[in-house]
């Protein structure tokens, strides 16, 4: 070969990898300028984007999430400009649509983004899902709050420029390729890749270490420092030590990042929790130090973790080629979310981190909490219409009966197979058959188990539990395992809230919540929390206890909750001439005398074989 060749062949490579590079979204932010809670995002267009009109979106819906939240709304004085800073026309379609004219000559789009988590809506949006920036402190940042694409142009590669304090680190599962003392850049591979890798910028405060071969990072915002990514590490790394040994020592990533923010004043939703990506997941959770909200990060953690699974390597069309803007859902939410969740507490209890009595009281607490919901709705209808008026304030059941049923799915699996088969090597053949890049349609998935699992019963199963209304016959599943279930039975047990989640609480006029059916109370809640109808509430363990807080303090305070812990709650009470004195009640967790709905009970006889198969369910199998 001829050197003219050669340098010819160089110089046309190098135009068309040009080529290539301009036909990327190319982002910058500044988070050192944040005016008024918004920040300015700029978009270099991509090369291949410009015709007679385009149209730009913002999503109204992203994975993991099963409510509409128009990200668009958020966006403000969007405009676009031609190579000589012209402006070109822009029309707003609605809350989530731009269309652009003359595009031809369009070549830089800007606007401000405002921080959700302050803005004024009717119904606060679930946090984790969203953003929120404080200036020189933080920034919370789910990139589809950020970064909006063109119609069609969803698997272009995104390139971000993010302009930061010095003193900043960003935590995030995307790669960073670029950047210097004040800079990062990062780059994703397409829209869906950058959804899924949120970023935590603030102070670093991280934990790294090996699991298996993937690399873990723990990542915590801690305004006053009542929490470290270290004492977060603490309680994360047996959990997770633990997961790793129930997939089998085969973690399906090379990475993963826990981003936890800790709110000290709670959320505008006045609930916690987390959102999960393959990569990655987003907490938002009260401030308390990590002996009050050490067992509810592992919780959480838990089941977001298990995610990497399922779905991730096993997904239906719906969830890879996510519409997001007129999403289409899948009847099998319940495999993503029911089965993660049982997975979720059963990995603990085989592996020692729960006794088995706890599980057995977690089985209750999910009867207990799906009575609550309207009966007669199937599994996979639930999972379809999520969206839909009428389903959509449904769905939480799919955390409490999806996880029962598959708790009652793996039962089967491991009698049909006379222990030789269960539900998590279910999900590693469907995770080996189906893999990240080929997703399956709902209408085979049953077949498909079917034809893996070699048990053609299996479809009596889902068509009564998942795609039928009959109730599960809990006594039936459980029964060859040596447990018992009864609808109602005497106990003695901790009564943490004293009765006050049966409805004994009102807000006033004030917003400030008070006793208004104290006969709704149990023994502890009268007789050692010594709470009266009037009483208003205005401290729990020092927390202020608001509509915005209640939910997140109450959960947080019953998480690894222990007879004899204290419990102090500041009230004011009315003396009945409209005068308040303000007092604090003062008292111990206690276990009283009550009859209890929905009880598992491990039997103190077992046959022979029903100890057998105990052990197969619960302890843990070399393998």
Not at 357 to 380: H, N, W
């Amino acid at each position: 070969m001829n050197k003219l060749f050669t340098a010819l062949l160089l110089f046309f490579g190098s135009l068309g990898l040009m080529a290539q590079d301009d036909d990327i979204y190319k982002y910058e932010v500044d988070l050192n300028e944040v005016i008024a809670d918004q920040v300015k995002v700029s978009l270099q267009v991509p090369s291949s984007v410009p015709k007679d009109e385009v149209t730009f979106y913002f999503p109204r819906i992203i994975p993991g999430t099963y409510e509409i939240h128009d990200y668009g709304q958020f966006i403000n004085n969007l405009e676009a400009f031609d190579s000589r800073g012209k402006k070109l026309k822009v029309n707003r379609i609605d809350k989530n649509t731009w269309k652009i004219k003359k595009a031809k000559r369009l070549e830089k789009i800007t606007y401000l983004v405002e921080d959700v988590w302050d803005a004024k809506l009717k119904e606060p949006l679930f946090e984790p899902a969203c953003t929120n920036f404080e200036a020189g402190k933080v920034f919370f940042i789910n990139n589809n709050g950020l970064f909006g694409f063109f119609e069609d142009k969803e698997k272009l590669k995104f390139e971000l420029t993010f302009n930061r304090p010095n003193d900043f680190y960003a935590s995030t599962s995307l790669r960073r390729t670029g950047g210097d003392f004040d800079t990062d850049v990062f780059r994703a591979s397409d829209y869906g890749d950058l959804v899924d890798a949120p970023i935590l910028y603030s102070n670093p405060d991280t934990v790294n270490f090996k699991l298996g071969y993937g690399d873990i990072q723990i990542s915590v915002y801690s305004p006053n420092k009542k929490a470290t990514a270290k004492d977060i590490a603490d309680k994360i790394r047996p959990m997770l030590e633990a997961q790793n040994k129930y997939l089998g020592n085969m973690l399906p990533v090379d990475r993963y990042h826990f981003l936890i923010y800790l709110s000290p004043n709670g959320y505008p939703s006045g609930s916690i929790g987390a959102l999960e990506h393959p990569r990655s997941s987003m907490f938002c959770l009260a401030e308390e130090k990590v002996d009050r909200i050490g067992e509810l990060v592992v919780n959480i953690a838990s089941h977001e973790f298990f995610h990497i699974v399922t779905p991730l390597y096993i997904q239906s069309e719906e969830i890879y080629n996510f519409n997001y803007m007129n999403p289409k859902m899948s009847k099998h939410l319940w495999l993503y979310e029911g089965v993660v969740e049982y997975m979720a507490h059963h990995m603990q209890c085989r592996y020692g981190l729960k006794t088995q009595e706890e599980f057995m009281d977690k089985l209750c607490e999910k009867v207990q909490t799906s009575t609550r919901y309207k009966a007669g709705i199937p599994l996979a209808e639930m999972s379809k219409k999520c969206l839909e008026k009428g389903f959509n304030s449904q769905y939480n059941n799919i955390y409490y009966k999806g996880a029962l049923t598959a708790m009652c799915l793996d039962l089967e699996l491991i009698r049909l197979s006379e222990g030789q088969y269960d539900l998590t090597m279910l999900l590693r053949d469907l995770s080996a058959y189906y893999g990240q890049d080929n997703p399956f349609q709902d209408v085979e998935l049953y077949d498909k188990i079917i034809e893996i699992t070699g048990f053609p019963q299996l479809q009596k199963f889902f068509d009564k539990y998942v795609e039928g209304t009959e109730m599960l016959d809990y006594n039936k599943f459980l029964e060859p395992y040596g447990v018992e279930y009864l609808k109602e039975a005497p106990v003695l047990e901790m009564s943490p809230l004293g009765g006050l989640e049966n409805g004994a609480l009102r807000t006033d006029t004030l917003g400030r919540f008070y006793m208004a059916k104290a006969e709704k109370l149990d023994e502890f809640g009268s007789k050692y929390m010594g709470l009266k109808n009037g009483d208003v509430i205005l401290s729990w363990n020092d927390k202020s206890f608001t509509p915005k807080t209640a939910s997140a303090i109450l959960f947080t305070y019953m998480q690894g909750l222990k007879v004899g812990d204290p419990l102090e709650i500041r009230i004011l009470r009315p003396d009945g001439e409209g005068n308040y004195k303000e007092m604090t009640l003062e008292t111990e967790i206690a276990k009283i005398k009550m009859m209890k709905k929905h009880v598992f009970k491990i039997k103190e006889k077992m046959t022979e074989e029903q100890e057998k198969r105990f052990k197969r369910w619960l302890e843990p199998q070399i393998r």
